[in-house]
């Protein structure tokens, strides 16, 4: 059994196993009511990056130059200044487009925006928070103590921190509704699913989204689509597409507790680089652990007492220490 | 070969051409085939050379005429003169002087004479359906036409895109049956030219190809030589950095399109059609003249399924045969670190020395322990 | 009580204290390098590593190292073995020292350090993070460590009145003393849980996470006891205490055997053991690392194991390589965040760690010779007056 594996099949049954008889676990979160998200569809993307670009113009993120020949945007994973990327999946001698073996496909990475996100649950000081209306996930670099906490808790490997300032902050995609660009609460969408030519990236509530993944999903191979552009709920325009073969898999419909950003593709997902995931998200186990171990800071308290009493009973009668 | 063994002025007298002109031509024409020098003198000995001089047959089906048309009206040196020197158009349904039976008991006559030597030239579709009576030509169907004459050619060119899959008369829904020469001889190597019309620079390098050493250059599936149809537009063209750098033209006139954005969001089909126009551009007209050139989406006029069969401003499959470099594969990280030698030994050098220390002090503590004893 | 313990006299500045002073210039340059130009100028710190050996190894392992304190102060005081108290005094202050430089550690990676006030806002706080509740208990717990050793300066300057006023709350000290630790030691495990994936499933024993993380912590301060009192009675030539720590040695023991029982149980449980035959890097480390949980457990097993004080010191520093490498196995060596990230410390990373080590040793050396710390030696070894 490989490690992928393993922790695909046994993470439910293990999580079940041990709470036995603690306290009643905290069971995933739910999505927001009014969800924002997006879907990538792997197969309509053709590689282009105006969604790479769009992105850094929006948030005014500078381009990531390599060395001193590549004077364009060559960002090769999510860093501080690229809040997405795309990134291309290849097998033998990539001929087909969409093709796990001699194939290749395009997978974009950007927050997921997850419907229980690790970052907010491990985030110390509430420098990240799930919007409660839409669901996005924000970041206050007031609050930030640069700990980088989220950064281990996040699946995705999502927040990036800014190590090459010494006053650098966590930069990550925040649905362009951050403070001072909030396009999502001016009614409009994300740069990235403006951009997109294809409709590749397309916006929308997370609800529409998933009825939208599913038609799909339910889509025979070869006929042909009338794929939407922009958003989902009023798309700007459609272009008519073959059909691809689908997997039948919506990434982010449930995985550790779901996503707003969801994915779709002819490609396994772990071959485009997503990670191992149950349904249950990890945090609702560490946070089932934390708040039986410190509900209402009950047992500390009981606890505490009970040394208390022990100590004292234990120095008594000698300053320092207990018999001889 | 050096320059000066060759006589070139009987050929200066017959095309009308100076020596230096007709050299850049083959040159040229060699450079776009992928070839060097010495191939262009070789071309230019083949073309001076009468008796080299294939014979040709050259059938007209279904069609505009398109492709004859551009090669008479191509812009390159006294174009029209090469075509019709360095080969011996014996028939050919447009350009002959005569007309009639007269003509066509002509065509009999040299394909008789010229068994095996002859290169057949098709230009135009072959309508099947009802035994192929939507096109005769003195009497005889381009079905029979073409099958008499494919018989005993040495070569088959297909030229324009009529001709390589059916063009136009071939859309949905075909009430002709029209088919291109390929999938009409199936049973025979058929080098295609396809373009609406083809660029005659493809047509004449082929040929030459074939003049100068006997044989077809390579082909791919499809029958298109590599050299010509061997890219997509989209990996030559100039609009590419704008594709890469996702600035697009949305609709014609707006602020992209003013600038020279990439075309793909209009339609342009150069991501799935296989052509050399970004380097020859449109019927060597030059000067930029070509449809992605003067602001307008490729239309895909040479790509069988493209050209007449998608929406003019749908959406195109990106076709790229290897991703380029640019992509990061999907294990591709930001300042990913691995353990230098230094680095390494420092970290080990740090836990021996406190292994060391502990290592010292057991050996002392034993020494002491026993000295007590 | 002041009998029981007397300062060292003699010489602060030594050989190995100027040498070690030169290591910590070299990891305070750095340091400064850090504050200037940012971590990514010294450190090999990326996206899918944003922890090194500054959060591991100075706070994961550190502070686990530093438990020394805490796990005498259970045995003294909450199972009543009073005889093991000429040991506290040194435990606490490497405890002190130890969980200083954890809480330094802490403010050297915090990326926006200037804003560490953010962590004691009641407004600010995320009641949901295992961090937030380390770095109280962390913060509280050095402010504990000092109070409880707050005698031996008060008795350095005489301070008789203040010391008797604080003996009367003292015992509410040492209970939170033994408390905190418990929870941020077991909070340290409950992090893995949401690393999640990331974490090697030999190691992600997710609700079990905390109380191995508590239990390796504990025995590592027994472990570290042993260790310190082993290389004191060297350094300092003085009478081996092996007497008192052969005791120890017998709790390391029970507490070995209860930690293999659990983890290996769990790994059995949920299947997991034919990981560690894998044969690739995660196999290899948890053979080492159960190996080295084994040496001491199979030493001092047997009373001659346990008497030999060379044996007894051999067992403490298998032990204490046992509980680091677990933690730096679950952390950072056996952790993958995913394809195509790697992770080994730089050079100044590396120097930055060794610097506050140094550090740590020379303030530990500077107090034993100058406040009265180590027991009285009873029995002076022949040769003390000419040691170091």
Same mark, same amino acid.
């Given at each position: 059994m490989n490690r992928r594996d393993f922790l695909k099949t046994s993470l439910g049954s293990a999580a079940m196993a041990a709470t036995a008889g603690v306290a009643e676990a905290r069971p995933n979160l739910e999505p927001a009511p009014q969800a924002i998200g997006m879907l990538f569809d792997s197969t309509l993307? &053709? $590689?282009?990056?105006a969604c790479v670009t769009a992105c850094k113009t929006v948030n005014g993120n500078k381009p990531t130059i &390599? $060395?001193?020949?590549?004077?364009?945007d060559s960002a090769r994973d999510l860093a501080p200044e690229t809040f997405n990327v795309i990134k291309v999946y290849t097998d033998g001698?990539?001929?087909?487009?969409? =093709?796990?073996?001699?194939g290749f496909a395009f997978e974009k990475r950007s927050?997921?925006?997850?419907?229980?996100?690790g970052c907010v649950s491990v985030c110390p000081v509430t420098?990240?928070?799930?919007?409660? &209306?839409? $669901?996005i996930v924000t970041y206050d670099v007031d609050a930030c103590?640069?700990?980088r906490t989220c950064m281990t808790g996040c699946p995705y490997n999502v927040p990036q921190f800014?190590?090459?300032?010494?006053?650098g902050a966590l930069h990550k995609c925040e649905m362009c509704n951050q403070k001072g660009l909030e396009r999502i609460n001016n009614g409009m969408m994300t740069g990235c699913a403006e951009a997109c030519p294809t409709g590749a990236t397309l916006f929308g509530s997370r609800e529409a989204l998933l009825d939208e993944a599913k038609k799909r999903m339910a889509l025979k191979p070869g006929e042909v689509y009338n794929y939407p552009r922009?958003?989902?709920?009023?798309? =700007?325009s459609y272009h008519e597409k073959a059909v691809p073969e689908y997997?039948?898999?919506?990434?982010?419909?449930?995985?550790?507790? $779901?996503?707003? &950003?969801m994915h779709i593709s002819s490609i396994p997902f772990d071959k485009l680089g997503?990670?191992?995931?149950?349904?249950? =998200?990890?945090v609702s186990i560490s946070e089932s652990v934390q708040h039986t171990l410190y509900s209402y800071m009950a047992l500390p308290a009981v606890v505490l007492g009970g040394l208390t009493w022990l100590v004292k009973r234990n120095t008594d009668g000698d300053d320092e220490g207990g018999e001889q | 070969m050096a320059d000066t063994e060759f006589d070139f002025s009987a050929l200066e007298k017959r095309l009308n051409v100076s020596r230096r002109t007709f050299l850049k031509f083959c040159t040229g024409v060699a450079a776009s085939l992928g070839l060097g020098t010495e191939a262009a003198y070789a071309m230019a000995e083949a073309v001076a050379?009468?008796?080299?001089?294939p014979p040709v047959i050259w059938l007209h089906g279904q069609e505009c005429t398109g492709p004859t048309e551009a090669l008479l009206r191509s812009?390159?040196?006294s174009l029209e003169h090469l075509i019709l020197d360095l080969?011996?158009?014996?028939?050919h349904q447009t350009l002959d002087a005569g007309a009639g039976h007269h003509v066509e008991e002509l065509k009999r006559h040299a394909m008789q004479e010229n068994k095996g030597k002859y290169l057949l030239v098709v230009e135009g579709a072959i309508p099947l359906a009802q035994? *192929?009576?939507?096109c005769k030509i003195g009497g005889q169907t381009m079905v029979d036409a073409t099958r008499e004459a494919a018989e005993n050619a040495a070569a088959i060119v297909a030229y324009g895109s009529c001709a390589s899959w059916g063009g136009v008369q071939a859309a949905s829904p075909n009430p002709t049956g029209a088919v291109g020469a390929p999938q009409f001889l199936k049973d025979k190597t058929v080098v295609t030219i396809p373009g609406?019309?083809? +660029?005659p620079a493809n047509f004449i390098g082929t040929v030459l190809f074939f003049v100068t050493y006997g044989k077809l250059p390579p082909i791919d599936g499809?029958?298109?030589p590599k050299w010509a149809?061997?890219?997509?537009?989209h990996e030559n063209c100039y609009r590419r950095p704008h594709f890469d750098a996702g600035r697009?033209?949305?609709?014609?006139?707006?602020e992209g399109h003013q600038k020279g954005w990439c075309l793909y969001k209009l339609g342009c089909k150069g991501p799935e059609t296989y052509n050399n126009c970004p380097s020859l551009e449109f019927n060597n007209? *030059?000067?930029?003249?070509w449809p992605i050139g003067v602001g307008h989406p490729c239309f895909?006029?040479?790509e069988e399924g493209t050209?007449? +069969?998608?929406?003019?401003f749908s959406l195109s499959d990106v076709?790229?045969?290897?991703?380029? +470099?640019a992509f990061p594969t999907i294990d591709s990280r930001e300042d990913a670190s691995s353990a230098t030698v230094t680095t390494a030994a420092l970290a080990g050098a740090a836990v021996g020395a406190a292994l060391g220390a502990s290592a010292v002090a057991g050996s002392k503590l034993g020494k002491k322990e026993s000295e007590q004893e | 009580m002041s009998e029981h313990y007397e300062p060292?006299?003699?010489?602060?500045?030594t050989v190995p204290f100027v040498l070690l002073g030169l290591v910590a210039l070299v990891g305070l340059y750095y340091l400064g390098v850090r504050f200037v130009n940012g971590m990514g100028a010294v450190t090999n710190l990326n996206g899918g590593f944003p922890w090194g050996i500054w959060v591991v190894y100075d706070i994961v392992v550190g502070t686990a190292l530093a438990c020394g304190g805490y796990a005498l102060a259970v045995t003294v /005081? @909450?199972?009543?073995?009073?005889? /093991?108290?000429?040991?506290?005094r040194a435990a606490l202050l490497a405890s002190l020292l130890g969980y200083g430089l954890g809480g330094l550690g802490a403010i050297i990676d915090m990326?926006?350090?200037?804003?560490?006030y953010n962590l004691f806002l009641p407004w600010q706080?995320?009641?949901?993070?295992v961090m937030l509740e380390v770095g109280l208990c962390v913060s509280a717990y050095i402010i504990v460590l000092m109070i409880e050793f707050s005698p031996t300066v008060m008795e350095k300057f005489k301070a008789e009145a203040l010391q008797a006023r604080l003996n009367k709350v003292l015992f509410l000290v040492i209970a939170l003393g033994v408390l905190l630790p418990t929870m941020h030691q077991s909070s340290l495990g409950t992090m893995l849980i949401a690393m999640g994936w990331k974490v090697h499933p030999l190691w992600q024993t997710l609700h079990l996470q905390p109380l191995l993380a508590v239990l390796t912590a504990f025995t590592m301060g027994f472990a570290i006891v042993v260790w310190e009192a082993s290389l004191s009675s060297i350094g300092f030539r003085r009478t081996p205490e092996t007497h008192l720590l052969s005791g120890l040695g017998k709790i390391i023991v029970g507490l070995i055997s209860v930690y293999l029982l659990i983890r290996f149980g769990e790994i059995i449980y949920r299947g997991k053991l034919s990981l560690a035959f894998a044969g690739d890097l995660g196999s290899l480390m948890f053979v080492i690392e159960t190996a080295l949980f084994v040496y001491p457990l199979v030493v001092l097993l047997s009373p001659k194991g346990r008497e030999n004080g060379r044996s007894l010191l051999w067992a403490a520093v298998s032990m204490l390589l046992a509980g680091s490498l677990y933690r730096f196995n679950a952390f950072? @060596?056996?952790?993958?965040?995913?394809?195509?990230y790697s992770y080994f410390p730089s050079f100044p990373e590396i120097m930055v760690t060794l610097g506050l080590v140094a550090i740590e040793i020379m303030v530990f050396l500077f107090v034993v010779k100058t406040f009265p710390?180590?027991?009285?030696?009873?029995?002076?070894?022949?040769d003390a007056k000419s040691a170091a």
């Open positions: 993307c &053709v $590689g282009c990056k &390599v $060395g001193e020949d590549l004077q364009w001698n990539q001929l087909t487009k969409d =093709s796990e073996v001699d927050c997921m925006h997850c419907v229980d996100p420098a990240l928070v799930k919007d409660p &209306v839409t $669901g103590i640069g700990c800014d190590y090459d300032n010494p006053f922009g958003d989902v709920r009023d798309p =700007s997997r039948q898999h919506i990434w982010g419909e449930k995985e550790a507790g $779901g996503t707003n &950003v997503m990670p191992p995931l149950g349904e249950r =998200s990890f | 050379d009468k008796k080299k001089r812009e390159q040196p080969i011996s158009l014996d028939y035994d *192929g009576i939507f609406c019309p083809p +660029n499809k029958g298109r149809y061997g890219r997509l537009i697009f033209a949305t609709e014609f006139g707006d007209v *030059g000067g930029g003249v895909g006029c040479s050209g007449f +069969n998608k929406a003019l076709k790229t045969h290897t991703p380029p +470099n | 060292l006299q003699r010489r602060v500045v /005081y @909450i199972f009543n073995k009073g005889k /093991y108290h000429p040991l506290m990326g926006r350090w200037w804003q560490f706080m995320n009641f949901n993070s950072l @060596i056996t952790m993958d965040p995913g394809q195509g710390v180590l027991p009285r030696d009873h029995q002076p070894a022949a």
